[in-house]
């Protein structure tokens, strides 16, 4: 139990956006789309035929994601990633958001913002204290740390996070903040960044809880990936797990691995968009055709004797808000590549490069250090060798010379 982290319920974890979002200024707001009850039971004269989204890897982003968790718990205490699980959460939320304190960038400029990204995502669970904006309600009290009161502007102010981070607000997720649309009375943020929502086990308790071998008195300790990394709660209840990120590149690998869930989340929206476009012609065709056969009737409404039905088509909106998170994930990537060093890019595009001079580095440090340094040692022990040699001619030639001295004195 980690009574320090706290959850608030604001809806499903991958959701519409609401329709009404008061942080978004400039862009239309993506509205889902809506549809109208269809015309009772009336089989269509045209069979509807979706298009069928193609494959996007489900099973290699969920791994990317798992890899991206070890690597950051490998790098900050490789102890616990002796022998673990980390397992993804069979019910909602899949994503928590850790409340941060960090300084947010105040600009006129609205293209730093990143429209149209999370707009489809709402946090279920937020942990930790952070920045807060905003009229703050009570019982979101005990997520802030520091708030501020946003006074409302017409000069067209945007209030944009640091990177990795986004706005949770009353409304959902926001990459950035309007000073011009802000409520400061009645809307409130949090500045949070986003974790995949990764269970830790270590193995002997994992396999003993999956086999059912041990009766547990209580309910044993589930530590999440956020509380594991030290983003938010740096300790829970009988743990004694302490803060363990230190740089931030350990989360470099896991922040490619969301951009990548994030990015197919946004293909899989657009797929559902043109299986929606598709079928709305479908259906005003078959509309069509039934009002051709019900033409003596006055149409198909008049002999059904019930009222019209329509559809609204809000697709534009969509088209947009994917092409505009499209854009920015790319700007994310070359901005995440721009930030690497030649020699660290070469590993990236390299893989192979990484085992070639793991299994060289060795032997080759070794020869060099022997080129170096062996001329010297070699001079120094020849020099030695030489000077011995020379000490025992000379005890030689001193024992001879003896000799002849009392030989002489006898004579």
Known sequence: MIDSQEKVKQGPPIVPAPPKVPTVPAPQTPQSNTVV??????TPLIKPTLASPPPLGTENRLVSLVQGAFLALNRTNPNMTQSCWLCYASSPPYYEGIAQIRTYNTTSDHSQCLWGENRKLTLAAVSGRGLCLGRVPQDKGHLCNQTQDIQSSKSGQYLVPPL??????N???TPC???SVFNSSKDF???????PRLLYHDDSSFLDKFEHRVRWRREPVTL???VLLGLGVAAGVGTGTAALIKTPQYYEEL????DIDLRTIEQSITKLEESLTSLSEVVLQNRRGLDLLFLKEGGLCAALKEECCFYVDHSGVIKDSMAKLRERLDIRKRERESQQGWFESWFNKSPWLTTLLSTIAGPLITL???????????NKLVAFIRERINAVQVMVLRQQYRVLQEVKNSL
Do not use: H
Not at 189 to 195: G, H, K, N
Not at 255 to 258: L, P, Q
């Open 171 to 173: 409304t959902g997720l």
């Open 37 to 42: 009850p269809s015309l009772g039971t009336n």
């Open 189 to 195: 943020c949090i500045l949070v960044q986003l974790i």
């Open 368 to 378: 060099m250090l022997l080129l170096t340094f062996g001329p010297c040692i070699l």
């Open 255 to 258: 922040r490619a691995a969301m």
């Open 177 to 179: 903040v309007s000073m």
């Open 224 to 226: 999440t990936l956020a």
């Open 164 to 169: 990795d981070t986004v706005w949770a607000c």
